[in-house]
């Protein structure tokens, strides 16, 4: 991802919706064969899969999609951790079916992509994000018991998917949401203690495979850039615009991560093809013009991302070609 300047900017993206793939199909996607059409007809040289695997506890969705989590969870007291089985312990519920039957399917010129996500993110929902942080001072062991059953869980997930791909996979990915627009949810030093031991372990997995490591999150990261290059990240996704200048990333860690992604998804959403467009070129000039640079969006291509330019972003950057 750092190898030099390719002959024109490589896509990547991690979520794209349903209907955004079937708009591109012009059908229902039903099988995996479907899944694999759409990737090529798209214009990836990879296929992005994941573990079919629900660890949420609690609906923590209302009726405009917000986030109920911030207050009370359903996880209070190592009493509440050890008065059930949890989703993340029933590990013969994750499905893997799929990914086997891709590997057999997939071209020789494509690699997979193999994501998994969320250990802390799915441990502040279970506890409330508020329960959360007062429990890093009254119970750490509850927060260190969590960290060790989702840690193992989603790392698990991880050999098991190498198990079952092996050399067809071309990167691993992690993905956990750990800053907004102004910085981090919680102090730096609590992802030091609870969470990046895992992070490192999964990244290890991937040099093992030596393949890239790519590490997903929203927000303003200055503060752990530092702890990602540490890790063993080699990529940042998704480069969020209105939390970093992405000019500024590029000059103060660009030799170090590949940059993927920073295309507004508000434009995408809501602006015209040309000027998607518009925004993608200047892309590859200011971040891609010593390679080390992927074009995507700024989060994920949603529901309500425009088909049309969902397109006019992928054909840009695959008929781009230095003048």
Not at 12 to 30: M, N, P, Q, S, T
Not at 100 to 119: F, G, N, V, Y
Not at 231 to 254: F, Q, R, T, Y
Request: hydrophobic residues 40%.
């Amino acid at each position: 991802m750092l190898e030099g300047k390719p002959d024109r900017p490589p896509v990547c993206d991690f979520g794209i919706a349903l209907e955004i793939k079937e708009w591109v199909l012009g059908r229902e996607l039903r099988t995996v064969e479907d899944e694999l059409e759409f990737w090529i007809n798209a214009g990836y040289d990879y296929v992005h899969l994941r573990p079919r695997y629900d660890f949420n506890v609690v609906d923590i969705r209302d009726k405009t999609g917000s986030s109920l989590a911030e207050g009370v969870g359903v996880i209070q007291t190592m009493e509440d951790l050890h008065s059930q089985t949890w989703p993340w312990q029933k590990t013969d519920d994750v499905g893997y079916d799929h990914i086997k039957e891709m590997c057999k399917i997939h071209p020789q010129e494509m690699k997979l992509i193999i994501s998994t996500a969320d250990i802390f993110t799915h441990i502040w929902e279970a506890m409330g994000f508020m329960h959360f942080c007062e429990c890093l001072y009254t119970c750490p062991e509850l927060i260190e018991a969590l960290f060790l059953q989702l840690g193992e869980a989603v790392y698990t997930m991880n050999l098991r998917c190498v198990e079952e791909a092996g050399d067809k996979i071309g990167a691993l990915w992690y993905t956990d949401d750990l800053a907004f627009n102004t910085g981090t949810f919680v102090h730096p030093d609590v992802y030091r203690k609870y969470l990046f031991p895992w992070v490192r372990k999964i990244a290890q997995l991937a040099q093992q495979l030596d393949v890239p490591f790519l590490y997903h999150t929203d927000g303003n990261l200055w503060e752990l850039f530092e702890d990602f290059a540490e890790i063993g990240v080699n990529a940042i996704h998704p480069l969020e615009p209105k939390s970093m200048d992405p000019v500024e990333v590029k000059k103060k860690w660009g030799d170090t991560f590949c940059l993927i992604g920073n295309i507004d998804v508000d434009l995408l959403s809501r602006g015209e093809p040309e000027e998607v467009e518009a925004m993608v070129l200047d892309r590859i000039e200011k971040l891609g013009y010593d390679g080390g640079y992927c074009v995507g969006s700024s989060n994920t291509i949603a529901p309500y991302v425009k088909p049309e330019n969902f397109k006019a972003m992928i054909e840009t950057a695959f008929y781009y070609r230095e003048a």
